[in-house]
């Protein structure tokens, strides 16, 4: 989601600021020759290529490693299985809820639903980024 329009935007600015804070261990996971250039000291990477919204995320996600980890920030509503730490996840847009048309099919609009119910079961707290995705 590195490259997306406002998710990208979002998660741009976290990793440029995570070196400001070397007390602490961060582990990205992503495509590595996209975010290879925020390795440092406290900055490690997990290689991973998953397609988003994809049931691939959703069951083959490096469980493992993230479940080491003391949190996991996930900057969108798709939630890979399998976590058992604290989940924190970031709802940038919900617009497809409300106007059914900017999804092109129902199965579509109908697993973002899904997937954004589970994000709010399965999250210890939730960043909205917008008073309309709030409500």
């Known amino acids: 989601m590195y490259n997306h329009s406002g998710i990208g935007t979002f998660?741009?600015?976290i990793l440029g600021q995570?070196?400001?804070?070397?007390?602490?261990?961060f582990l990205l996971i992503g495509k590595k020759d996209i975010i290879k250039n925020y390795i440092s000291e406290n900055v490690s990477i997990l290689d991973c290529n998953l397609e988003i919204f994809s049931f691939k995320e959703l069951f083959y996600f490096p469980t493992?490693?993230?479940?080491?980890c003391d949190l996991l920030l996930c900057p969108n509503?798709?939630?890979?299985?399998g976590v058992k730490i604290p989940i924190i996840s970031?709802?940038?847009d919900v617009l497809?809820?409300?106007?059914?048309?900017?999804?092109?099919?129902?199965?579509?609009r109908?697993?973002?639903?899904?997937?954004?119910?589970?994000a709010i079961f399965k999250s210890k707290e939730i960043i909205t980024v917008s008073e309309f995705s709030k409500k």
């Open 96 to 108: 497809f809820l409300d106007n059914p048309k900017v999804v092109k099919s129902r199965i579509g």
């Open 90 to 92: 970031v709802i940038h």
């Open 110 to 118: 109908y697993i973002r639903k899904v997937f954004i119910r589970r």
């Open 11 to 13: 998660i741009q600015g």
């Open 77 to 81: 509503f798709n939630l890979p299985g």
């Open 18 to 25: 995570i070196v400001n804070y070397p007390q602490y261990k």
């Open 64 to 68: 493992k490693e993230v479940n080491s």
